[in-house]
């Protein structure tokens, strides 16, 4: 699978997920429930973070975890490999037990959004059980007879009976709730009544502007808005965030980046050459101001000889790599060919 970077900064919202080596179970009893929950709350401790839904399946777990400061990646890697040395201890093992590199998308979480990004997601977390078919809901038995989510371990809590690490004012309040017993009681009920045995693989599964969000987390890199995804890729650029491996530069989140770094590069070309959009379709393809832009977009994004064609009106990819090659082979060392 492509490679991701992670964007941190103080603040963000992930919804992080991993799974076992082949699929294989990473809990094997409850005991090994309470270790990982253990394991989470040290984690907590070392890094500040917040945990605002929770999720612990046999095979895997999810968090939607708020980082205070950037430290998503050094976290992941303390929580992980502590819980792995702990679990191989218990159980006579050694070697892998997470089958690669965890999952981590970032969450929008403005307040002001009326999307429901932050929303969509944790009715997502907490409805796992019932997609994994492991509880059935009855008049007699509800969410909170799973142990193993933050439901039972939080949001049907009282505030004092919950792990210092677990923030659920912030997800009531998203739903319009305070946290109060009557609070606490209607999320509950709000959850359950929206779940249908009959459609339950699609329970707490939505789709946002076109964003479907179990294709999302299992291949996007962010779940929020347009203006959102902006603002992160903003944020890799002013960062100087960069990697060569070729696996990073086919992935989803690189191929967003590089659309967005190659239109800013349209942009100020066009301000440096002096010339504007309109100016585009009748210059000739071959105009070297073009070129000139061609090779700044080839020598700093990954995007294709197609893309830059059709936005500088180079008639064909074919076209704007010949104008690349005469251009390289007209260059001389030393010698500024934009002037």
């Not at 017993?181 to 789709?207: N, P, Y």
């Not at 996007?220 to 995804?229: D, K």
């Not at 960062?239 to 191929?255: C, V």
């Not at 000739?284 to 070129?291: F, N």
Request: aromatic content about 10%; charged content about 30%; proline content about 2%.
């Amino acid at each position: 699978m492509p490679r991701q970077l992670r964007i941190q900064y103080e603040g963000a919202v992930y919804h992080v997920m991993a799974r076992g080596d082949r699929r294989e179970n990473i809990f094997w009893d409850d005991e090994d429930k309470e270790v990982f929950l253990q394991v989470l709350s040290l984690a907590c401790s070392k890094t500040g973070w917040r945990i605002h839904a929770w999720v612990l399946m046999n095979n895997h777990y999810h968090l939607v975890v708020e980082t205070p400061k950037a430290n998503l990646v050094d976290g992941m890697k303390w929580l992980q490999n502590t819980y792995t040395r702990r679990f191989n201890l218990r159980h006579g093992r050694w070697g892998h037990l997470f089958g690669g590199r965890y999952k981590a998308v970032l969450v929008e979480t403005d307040p002001r959004d009326r999307r429901d990004y932050f929303t969509t997601l944790l009715d997502y977390v907490h409805l796992n059980p019932i997609r994994a078919g492991l509880i059935r809901l009855n008049k007699d038995l509800g969410l909170l007879s799973y142990r193993w989510s933050s439901l039972a371990g939080g949001y049907g809590l009282a505030p004092y009976k919950r792990p210092p690490w677990m923030e659920c004012s912030i997800g009531l309040e998203s739903f319009g709730l305070k946290d109060t017993t009557q609070g606490r009681k209607r999320f509950i009920e709000q959850l359950e009544k929206s779940t249908d045995q009959k459609s339950k693989a699609m329970c707490g599964v939505r789709q946002l502007e076109e964003q479907g969000l179990q294709s999302t987390l299992r291949r996007g890199w962010y779940w929020g808005s347009q203006e959102f995804r902006e603002k992160l890729l903003k944020l890799k650029r002013e960062s100087g965030i960069s990697e060569t491996n070729k696996n990073y530069r086919s992935s989803r989140q690189e191929r967003d980046y590089g659309l967005a770094e190659a239109e800013r590069l349209v942009i100020e070309g066009l301000a440096k050459h002096g010339f504007g959009e309109k100016d585009l379709n009748w210059l000739k393809g071959s105009d070297s101001r073009k070129v000139s832009i061609a090779r700044e977009i080839v020598q700093r994004t990954s995007v294709s000889m197609r893309w830059i064609a059709e936005r500088l009106a180079m008639k064909s990819a074919g076209n704007v790599s010949q104008q690349l090659y005469r251009t390289r082979k007209s260059i001389k060392p030393g010698k500024n060919n934009d002037k």
